[in-house]
């Protein structure tokens, strides 16, 4: 694997010397009445780490397969479709591997199994997170994007009507939004992984958006720190604010995933939402 397959990105130009990174200056703003929004990474932090738990499991699937690269090389083979199916739902990334493993000389096993492995895995490591915010020892805020609230309450100020669409499966993300007290501010409903993969994808759901509303291209938003949405809503005209959210320090941006959003077409690169006075400014039009 090449690593030139990566493109790296100059930074800027930035709004008001903020960390909101506008890389279309010519963005349509002002219209927005609908706003997407991926759930992990995004708004909850529960999950953090998952590519810690997913990849290295891969490594040692495909090792026990017989691939002989070296670490470095198959780890960063299996970071690239991993990231690039992140936003759909898991099952793809556990067809991937299936394949990997067939295309080796394997015998793969069925990629439900492979994501029963995956869940069990990484359940172990979140399952404290998720007694905590049970338990009340963690309050919500803890284990979200600083300042999510207000930036969800801004929009709802705004009149935009909320949608959430999350490749993880639903049991999960309803649970999980419920335990954020998220859960009520999207109107618009809902949406992530069904037992059935043709019954949910980030694309249908924009197609549902549009067609429930109405809408135009630059009427919708999205807010993801993932590839798939932000391709999915450049490939429907809209508005693509890509969330290059470092999840451990909470602060700065992630430039694996900066770059990997804006190489999606993301509009505009935040951090998260610290700046969030600029970004609506730039997004509705209001600085000016
Ligand atoms: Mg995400």
Redesign the pocket.
Same mark, same amino acid.
């Given at each position: 694997m090449n690593l030139t397959e990566f493109p790296t990105y100059e930074p800027g130009p930035f709004a008001d010397n903020t960390t909101v990174e506008v890389r279309n200056e010519g963005l349509p703003s002002g219209r927005i009445r609908s706003a997407l929004f991926?759930?992990?990474?995004?708004i909850s932090l529960i999950r953090t780490g998952w590519q810690d738990i997913m990849i290295p499991m891969m490594v040692e699937i495909l090792r026990d397969a017989g691939d002989e690269q070296t670490e470095d090389s198959l780890t960063l083979y299996i970071r690239e479709y991993v990231d690039r199916l992140? &936003?759909k739902q898991t099952i793809f990334q556990m067809m991937q591997l299936a394949e990997e493993v067939e295309r080796l000389g394997g015998n793969a096993l069925d990629p439900l199994d492979y994501k029963q492995i995956y869940n069990d895995r990484l359940m172990e490591r979140i399952e404290s997170r998720r007694n905590d915010l049970q338990s009340g020892a963690r309050g919500p805020d803890d284990l979200m994007m600083p300042r999510t609230r207000e930036l969800l309450d801004g929009l709802k100020a705004r009149g935009v009507t909320l949608y959430l669409a999350?490749g993880t499966d639903y049991v999960y993300v309803e649970e999980e939004a419920k335990l954020l007290e998220v859960d009520g501010y999207f109107d618009g409903g809902i949406y992530a992984a069904l037992d059935r993969i043709e019954d949910f994808s980030k694309a249908m759901v924009i197609k549902q958006m549009f067609e429930e509303h109405e809408l135009s291209g630059p009427e919708l938003v999205s807010f993801?720190? &993932?590839y798939v949405e932000i391709l999915n809503t450049k490939e429907a005209d809209g508005i693509a604010v890509g969330v290059a959210s470092d999840e451990v320090g909470r602060v700065d941006v992630n430039e694996w995933k900066r770059n990997r959003l804006i190489q999606a077409g993301a509009d505009i690169i935040i951090p998260g939402y610290q700046h969030q006075e600029a970004l609506f400014d730039v997004l509705f039009g209001e600085g000016a």
């Open positions: 991926d759930f992990d990474g995004t992140t &936003g999350s993801g720190d &993932g």
